[in-house]
């Protein structure tokens, strides 16, 4: 079974801009959540996605937003980027989102900011 | 607002020993208690998930214990490999997957 893919692997960015990420869940996972993963800030939740709608948000601005698609697949797009935003980006599904369903993640996208 | 807390940050030790990660948690209303390893420039890979009504959950020479009263979970590996070498992080879940994160413990088995 294929693991969760997250593409592109590495991205680099100038302030000002806007990405767009993407994240591959376990085939038949439905649950798809994105962190943050910085040296200061270490892992932070950002939004998961559950039947296509948002469950859960992260104290992050509302340049960082997200979506999912009908086959679970999900991007995530952050506005206006800032040197700040510069972060290693990671993507978990689960088949639910009950309390023995545990997060699968992906490799992550290095986001640079210059 | 859950708080999630590991000790020590590193850890370094000889092949072959045991040896018990610590996680403290504040808000004692999880859904679960998860464990993960992240080794460098990789994602995270799920290691253990202890639900909030069990007290443990082995796989392995991996052992995760749960004390929701005292907000605390440890994480035991049994005779240490250079390829345990990583770091542990632990993260609470109070709703859905919304995960709180510790800081992680950086461990560096010797051989």
């Known amino acids: 079974k294929a693991g969760v893919t997250q593409t592109p692997r590495y991205l680099i960015k100038t302030r000002g801009q806007q990405v767009t990420l993407s994240c591959s869940p376990i085939?038949?996972?439905?649950?798809v959540s994105w962190y943050q993963q910085t040296p200061g800030q270490g892992l932070q939740f950002l939004f998961e996605y559950f039947s296509e709608t948002q469950r859960n948000k992260g104290n992050f601005p509302g340049r960082f937003s997200g979506r999912q698609f009908s086959n679970s697949r999900s991007e995530m797009n952050v506005s206006t980027l800032e040197l700040g935003d510069s972060a290693l980006y990671l993507c978990?599904?689960?088949?639910?989102?009950?309390?023995?369903?545990?997060?699968?993640f992906g490799n992550g996208t290095r986001l640079t900011v210059t | 607002k859950q708080e999630v807390t590991q000790i020590p940050a590193a850890l370094s030790v000889p092949e072959g020993e045991n040896l018990v990660l610590n996680c403290s948690f504040t808000?004692?209303?999880?859904?679960?208690l998860q464990w993960f390893r992240q080794d460098p420039g990789k994602g995270l890979t799920s290691l253990l998930l202890?639900?909030?009504?069990?007290r443990e959950q082995t796989s392995g020479r991996l052992n995760a214990s749960l004390d929701k009263s005292s907000g605390r979970s440890t994480l035991y590996i049994a005779a240490s490999q250079p390829g345990d070498s990583a770091t542990y992080l632990c993260?609470?879940?109070?709703?859905?997957?919304?995960?709180?994160f510790g800081g992680g413990t950086r461990l560096m088995v010797k051989p």
């Open positions: 085939s038949g996972h439905r649950s």
């Open positions: 202890i639900q909030s009504s069990q």
């Open positions: 808000d004692s209303a999880i859904y679960n």
């Open positions: 993260a609470a879940n109070n709703a859905g997957n919304m995960l709180t």
């Open positions: 978990a599904s689960s088949f639910d989102r009950t309390y023995n369903s545990p997060l699968h």
